[in-house]
């Protein structure tokens, strides 16, 4: 998690396995799901979508998880979207490349069947941001 770009030799001398064995388990990380892939961090500001938002998300009537996940999709401005307790049925983050995408995007957002009403949040800096730490 620290450093994907390290070989399997490079983890193998932290973990005391040798190349092949890290491979394997890797190979077995992945096959298992436990690890879902690797990727660049990219900064969002670099992709034009600086803009952010979170908002809260009240479904009408009793909307199953499954059904609020195939109507977030389609909308390229939401990175993530999470059911949560409390009043809201869910959490949007939304990201945009200014107020008036960001605008854009609520008006969609608001427009589906399934959404009675929105509290939104914009994100006006990010304080702190982590990994996930595998020491935590």
Same mark, same amino acid.
């Given at each position: 998690m620290t450093n994907a770009r390290a +070989?399997?030799?490079?983890i193998g001398k932290v973990v005391g396995l +040798?190349?092949?064995? @890290?491979k394997r388990r890797v190979d077995r990380l992945l096959e298992t799901g436990v690890l879902r *892939?690797?990727?660049a961090v990219v900064d969002p500001e670099a992709l034009g979508r600086g803009t952010e938002a979170f908002v809260e998300v009240h479904c009408r009537g009793n909307i199953s998880?499954? &059904?609020? &996940?195939? &109507?977030? $999709?389609?909308?390229? $401005? @939401? @990175? !993530?979207a999470y059911? @949560?307790? *409390?009043? !809201?049925?869910a959490i949007v983050h939304l990201r945009a490349a200014d107020i008036h995408q960001l $605008?854009?995007?609520?008006e969609r957002l608001r427009g589906l069947e399934i959404v009675d009403r929105t509290v939104s949040t914009v994100v006006l800096s990010r304080l702190l941001e982590r990994p996930p730490n595998p020491a935590t």
């Open positions: +070989s399997y030799a490079e +040798s190349a092949p064995a @890290v *892939g690797f990727t998880p499954a &059904r609020i &996940r195939a &109507r977030l $999709e389609p909308l390229p $401005e @939401v @990175v !993530a059911t @949560v307790t *409390g009043a !809201a049925d $605008e854009t995007a609520l």
